[in-house]
């Protein structure tokens, strides 16, 4: 946790906040703590998104179906507020390191321990699919690895930025290295097999310590380097 700016807000809707845990493609993620003491994880979308009617449009039904999960395998939607200047939503505060960096302090995981995430990964898109959600996130920055449980976080939220102009300008609404190659080819439907192919990076990832298209990444860049270039 970082601690809070000038600028931050101290309060977002009910909840005081605590400091800041991060920022994304969506806006600012904020620990936030409820008038009863619970920890939660606050995600306020950007301004730019914010003034975006379709954005707000895709990400009131993206929040909706969120709520929907019921936290099976994922951090639990305890509250939204998707009308306000800049919508929010609040989700269970799981303490616990993410997959990518346990594996960046400890190395690739144990076999057995591969196979349970793996169990528990599939329980998880399993019951976001069936609530007719896509992830279309799916990476080991987003998987949180609690005692009782790896949660998947992030999930429903990715939909709702694309069409906006971070994805008129050409990027790509993914992770480079976890995104499936529909994604990447920008235009092609993305459905539930995009997540399973996500899920097979996830768990080379964990398997093999690194991303495993780096050293592809590495290669191609070779290959295609200029005749007589030193790259």
């Known amino acids: 946790m970082h601690a809070l700016r000038a600028s931050d807000p101290r309060r977002i809707g009910p909840y005081t906040v605590l400091g800041r845990l991060g920022a994304g493609g969506m806006g600012q993620v904020y620990l936030a703590a409820s008038p009863t003491g619970l920890k939660l994880a606050v995600k306020v979308v950007r301004v730019e998104h914010a003034e975006d009617r379709a954005f707000r449009a895709r990400f009131r039904h993206e929040v909706r179906a969120a709520q929907a999960v019921g936290g099976a395998g994922t951090a639990r939607v305890v509250d939204a507020d998707i009308e306000a200047e800049q919508p929010w939503m609040a989700t269970e505060f799981v303490s616990s390191p993410s997959l990518r960096d346990a594996v960046l302090d400890h190395g690739a995981l144990p076999e057995p321990a591969v196979r349970l995430l793996a169990a528990a990964l599939g329980e998880a898109l399993t019951a976001i699919h069936a609530k007719r959600l896509v992830h279309r996130d799916l990476k080991p920055s987003n998987i949180l690895l609690a005692p009782d449980g790896p949660r998947v976080i992030d999930f429903g939220i990715v939909r709702a930025l694309e069409g906006t102009a971070l994805t008129r300008t050409g990027a790509v609404v993914g992770s480079v290295g976890h995104a499936s190659p529909e994604q990447v ?47």
């Open 185 to 231: 080819r920008n235009g092609d439907q993305v459905g539930p097999p995009s997540d399973i192919f996500s899920l097979g990076t996830v768990l080379a990832h964990a398997a093999g310590g690194r991303d495993p298209f780096v050293v592809v990444s590495v290669r191609m860049t070779w290959l295609f380097a200029a005749p007589g270039s030193n790259g």
